[in-house]
Nanobody, 125 residues
Framework: QVQLVESGGGLVQTGGSLRLSCAAS????????MGWFRQAPGKEREFVGA????????YYADSVKGRFTISRDNAKNTLYLQMNSLNPEDTAVYYC??????????????????WGPGTQVTVSS
């Protein structure tokens, strides 16, 4: 089992920044890929980006490329999502997820086995 807990969400104005964190615990070695997803009101959950614990470049959805940055601290088992130039369309609940597959370019929710409870990000206009 892997436990995930997100933090860092909140209310920010358009153009602002937030950094989300995801603390992972348990059998993290069984989930080499970590991802971020988001779900806006009335919409389906969508892929934001992903990274592998043991190397490789992050992979991003086109909608956030150039504005969001995923990083990791292996010593702390913590995943980060730095979000810059936020706009109201980024308003959503953001989820951290862990996948047993060592491939960061897989965007389907189905390949992620463990999920955090989510953290709300609201961007005001």
């Amino acid at each position: 089992q892997v436990q995930l807990v997100e933090s860092g969400g909140g209310l920010v104005q358009t153009g602002g920044s937030l950094r989300l964190s995801c603390a992972a615990s348990g059998r993290t070695a069984s989930t080499p890929t970590m991802g971020w997803f988001r779900q806006a009101p009335g919409k389906e959950r969508e892929f934001v980006g992903a990274i592998r614990w043991n190397g490789g470049s992050p992979y991003y959805a086109d909608s956030v490329k150039g504005r969001f940055t995923i990083s990791r601290d292996n010593a702390k088992n913590t995943l980060y999502l730095q979000m810059n130039s936020l706009n109201p369309e980024d308003t959503a609940v953001y989820y951290c997820a862990a996948s047993p597959l060592p491939i960061a370019t897989l965007t389907s929710q189905g390949v992620y086995r463990y999920w955090g409870p989510g953290t709300q990000v609201t961007v005001s206009s």
